[in-house]
């Protein structure tokens, strides 16, 4: 790993400064003049002491860890930069991330140690980050502090979505491959168990509870809801990307819809299933196609 | 963020106290131009007037540019003229602020009027001034980086800076080489000062006696010599025209070792009148550095006086000036023609009287018995002015009086000259010194009889001796007196006001003493303390180096240190581990992998008796790690939990 660097320079306003006061020194020499040599030193000095100040600034400051909730393409990713704790309160730092936007905050006593920094419509697959430049020209503006931190992050971007609403469960059904659609006859029933808490009331066996054997409970088949297999082949697409984005918004469509389904793109076949990480096990299989 | 309505107030408050002490001297319009603008640039800003174009905003440029030079006079950039265009840019400047750049700008030009106040203006009060107006700019300027932080938390940091720079400005102060006279011929001081004039008309010194501004300052070693005696010799006029005095030929250098037994030394402080001549008490025998003392023992500089300049001096009444053979064909010299009636008197007393003696009596005793008049308004004398002045009017001021003294010695065959200067002077009471004023200027006559070499005569003594012996105030009727001096009425009021005036003169003074004239002399004699025996070049190069040295190891403790801190000790974790160790050394032993929320409930299970200790420090640690502000939780809290932690093996 590398290590941070640091840079140190005037700003163009410190530049304008050092002239001005060149100027300020020639006066007070020509006119040798008291008042004016001192007023010239104390602002110098002032300019030299407030370099201590804009290091103190920045001193302290270092990275624990960079995250990335995952993205989809054309949105922003949004990396976290978690600072360590602070024991003082730093005004005035600009952070960015490799060519992210700059993020200005004014001071760390608003935002605490999580600073959020934009990498606006990043392209699809997987972004790296592995360098924070943190500056600061606190207090006067006139010198700048650019320090380099060596960092390690990752952001996923799933491809662009096309938008979900045009996408109808006909179509959903019509990338289906197994054969078996439109099983819509009644749930299996596979037996019975005692209540637990957070059973449903409906599927209380009343008759049973009735002759006194307590209380008991109807069990059914789990797959009884629909089963997908989103498939790569069966979308009419000549654009890959296409496919991707279609592929994503039949995953969200689907996941919405609390279906199970699978993924099947060339290289990779994810079996049917539901749930939030399912989701994005197959998103992460799409940005990575 | 373009159009900021946080920063227009701030930085027009910070013009108005920077530029102050120089509207002060300006008239009354520049203030009302200032005012003006920055109330209409606040209105502006509140959205309640339109933002003035580019067109406008220049023809407001040139509408200010063409009142400075209406009223201020000229394009020669020189003081007033220059100060009340600074004075009218600061008006405009905040229209122009809705940049950032802008805004840096225009507070910068605010540290320009700082400096060009402190050049106009030399006394104790605008030292402290220049501090609060720093301070107030350079607030702004953390403002305008930082917006939206609280002004008192702005000063505090301001504040602390100035602190902090202090030592290093006054080493700097007291270690910068100093160069003796000027590198460029600038204007010098911003503001203007009259000088005695090298011409002596009728008119040229009763103009300056409405003047109230101070010539120059004398601190004497021993006793103040008597009023009478406080002749303060200037410049010798030689050539005389019909109507004017000059100085004739630059007199030479004096090439002769004057000794004398009994002396007076003191210590002038001359204010800065843009001439080439210093002047010192009737008779100068020394001459300060780069000044000659010259045959006519006038001081002559190398340089105009532009700053205050304080010498010293030593003089004496025990000489004799003698009159050589070149001077005196100069002091006989006499226009060809004109007020003929007075070379009549004069040629009558040659011709009746035999000695120089006699005759030199016989004009005094003409001035002192002839009815004359002193005025500061003789009228008008316009063809043949002496012989108006001597037969008709027999009303005038000094100089009328000496140019007649003179004109009638010369035409009766006797070496004569003028000499022009001050006399009197007030003495202050707080600092026992003279301050003489513009007003105290005054003119004489020099005589020279046989080999008594030249002899003092006051003309204006002879007819109003009170002006000599009790000063101008004295001297005058009180409808002829300055209007400064005759505010009647309020007399002890006045008399208040004059001794509150003379302890904030004697208070400058000292400071000026102190601080104002700390020059190459002082520097070197303070410098050869520190490093005796080394010459002035070579100290030069060792205050360099040693700049060179601190800005280096300055500049290489940034690059090195912020590295190192990089990677700087973890102090939560060096806590946390402490508390670790003590569990540890009890037999709890943290898994490498185990959280602080398992191993509490961990240490909850083995050791219950500590448990409200254990919690409290999970809690801190908890807050200083994981949450996102550690609310009121410090590192210093959470270690002197661990510290205090104790547990019974």
């Not at chain 1, 624990?64 to 360590?84: G, H, K, N, Y």
Request: glycine share 6%.
């Amino acid at each position: 790993m590398q290590k941070a660097t640091t840079r140190f320079a005037p700003t163009r306003f410190g530049w304008m400064f050092i002239i001005a006061l060149a100027g300020m020194l020639m006066g007070s020499m020509n006119y040798n003049n008291n008042l004016g040599f001192l007023f010239t030193f104390l602002l110098g000095s002032m300019a030299l002491v407030s370099i201590v100040h804009t290091y103190g600034n920045i001193k302290g400051i270092a990275v624990e860890a960079v995250r990335c909730q995952p993205a989809f393409e054309s949105q922003d990713a949004v990396f976290e930069i978690i600072l360590p704790h602070l024991p003082t309160t730093h005004f005035g730092l600009r952070f960015r991330l490799n060519e992210s936007q700059e993020t200005f905050v004014r001071s760390t006593a608003e935002t605490g140690n999580r600073v959020s920094v934009i990498i606006p419509s990043p392209k699809r697959g997987r972004i790296f980050v592995d360098k924070l430049a943190l500056v600061t020209e606190y207090p006067f503006g006139l010198f700048r502090i650019r320090r380099s931190i060596p960092v390690n992050g990752t952001c996923l971007v799933y491809p662009k979505p096309i938008p979900v609403n045009q996408i109808s469960t006909q179509d959903l059904m019509s990338v289906h491959e197994s054969q078996d659609i439109g099983r819509s006859k009644a749930d299996d029933f596979k037996g019975l168990r005692t209540f637990q808490n957070g059973d449903a009331l409906k599927h209380i066996f009343w008759k049973a509870f009735s002759k006194g054997q307590g209380l008991l409970v109807k069990e059914f088949m789990q797959n009884a809801s629909p089963e997908l297999c989103l498939n790569w082949e069966k979308i009419s697409s000549k654009n890959s990307e296409k496919k991707l984005s279609i592929l994503c918004a039949m995953v969200l469509k689907a996941h919405k819809l609390k279906i199970a389904y699978g993924l099947n793109i060339p290289g990779q076949l994810i079996s049917p299933q539901r749930g939030n990480q399912h989701k994005h096990a197959c998103l992460r299989a799409l940005a990575l196609f | 963020m373009q159009r900021d309505v946080r920063h227009p107030a701030p930085i027009i408050a910070v013009l108005g106290i920077v530029i102050g002490p120089l509207l002060i001297n300006m008239p009354i319009w520049v203030s009302g131009w200032c005012v003006v603008f920055w109330i209409y640039m606040l209105l502006v800003f509140q959205g309640k007037l339109p933002q003035p174009g580019r067109k406008i905003r220049l023809i407001f440029t040139a509408t200010g540019c063409m009142l400075v030079l209406v009223f201020l006079g000229g394009i020669r950039l020189e003081s007033q003229a220059f100060i009340g265009l600074l004075c009218v840019m600061a008006g405009l400047k905040p229209l122009e602020t809705t940049r950032h750049r802008d805004r840096v700008v225009t507070l910068f030009m605010a540290y320009f009027i700082i400096i060009i106040s402190l050049f106009s203006i030399e006394n104790l009060l605008i030292t402290l001034y220049m501090f609060v107006a720093v301070l107030a700019t350079t607030t702004c300027l953390v403002h305008i980086n930082q917006p939206g932080r609280r002004l008192k938390i702005n000063v505090r940091l301001v504040g602390v800076i100035m602190l902090q720079s202090l030592p290093l400005m006054v080493l700097l102060f007291m270690l910068f080489p100093r160069l003796e006279g000027s590198m460029f011929s600038l204007p010098g001081r911003f503001v203007g000062q009259t000088g005695f004039s090298d011409t002596l008309r009728p008119g040229s010194i009763s103009q300056l006696v409405q003047v109230d501004q101070t010539a120059f300052r004398v601190q004497f070693d021993q006793k103040v010599p008597a009023a009478g005696d406080l002749y303060w010799r200037g410049l010798v006029l030689w050539h005389f025209d019909g109507k004017y005095w000059t100085q004739g030929n630059i007199p030479e250098r004096n090439k002769r070792i004057i000794q004398a037994d009994t002396y007076v030394e003191y210590d002038i402080i001359l204010e800065p009148h843009r001439k080439k001549n210093l002047v010192a008490l009737d008779v100068p025998i020394t001459a300060p550095r780069f000044t000659a003392l010259t045959e006519d023992f006038t001081l002559r500089t190398r340089w105009p006086v532009r700053m205050v300049q304080r010498y010293r001096m030593r003089s004496t009444q025990d000489v004799q000036l003698q009159l050589g053979a070149a001077q005196e064909l100069l002091a006989r010299q006499l226009p060809p023609t004109g007020n003929l009636k007075s070379r009549r008197l004069a040629e009558t007393w040659a011709s009746r009287l035999d000695s120089p003696q006699a005759i030199l009596a016989q004009a005094k005793q003409f001035f002192a018995q002839g009815d004359f008049t002193y005025t500061l308004r003789p009228g008008l004398m316009v063809d043949n002015p002496l012989d108006e002045f001597l037969f008709n009017i027999r009303k005038g001021y000094c100089e009328h009086f000496a140019s007649a003294f003179a004109f009638l010695m010369r035409a009766a065959g006797i070496p004569a000259r003028i000499v022009v200067g001050f006399q009197g002077g007030n003495l202050n009471p707080y600092g026992n010194y003279l301050i003489v004023k513009q007003y105290h200027a005054h003119a004489w006559v020099e005589v020279s009889i046989n080999d008594q070499g030249w002899i003092r005569v006051d003309p204006t003594a002879l007819v109003a001796p009170e002006r000599v012996s009790m000063g101008l105030e004295g001297s005058l009727a009180s409808d002829d007196l300055p209007d400064f001096l005759n505010q009647t009425g309020v007399r002890q009021l006045r008399a208040y006001v004059q001794r509150l005036i003379y302890m904030v003169d004697a208070i400058n003074l000292r400071w000026n003493a102190w601080f104002m004239e700390y020059s190459r002399i002082e520097q070197a004699g303070l410098l050869r303390k520190f490093f005796a025996h080394m010459s002035q070049n070579r100290w030069i190069w060792i205050v360099v180096l040693f700049f060179s040295v601190v800005t280096a190891s300055v500049w290489v403790r940034i690059r090195y240190h912020v590295r190192s801190r990089t990677y700087r000790r973890d102090q939560i974790q060096d806590a946390y581990l402490v508390f670790c160790r003590k569990l540890a050394g009890v037999g709890i032993q943290r898994h490498p992998a185990q959280g602080p929320l398992d191993f509490i409930r961990m240490v909850n299970l083995h050791r219950p008796e500590i448990k409200q200790q254990v919690a409290g420090i999970m809690d801190a640690y908890i807050a200083l790690r994981y949450r996102r502000t550690s609310g009121n939780m410090s590192l210093q809290k959470f270690k002197r939990l661990v510290r205090r932690l104790r547990i019974s093996s």
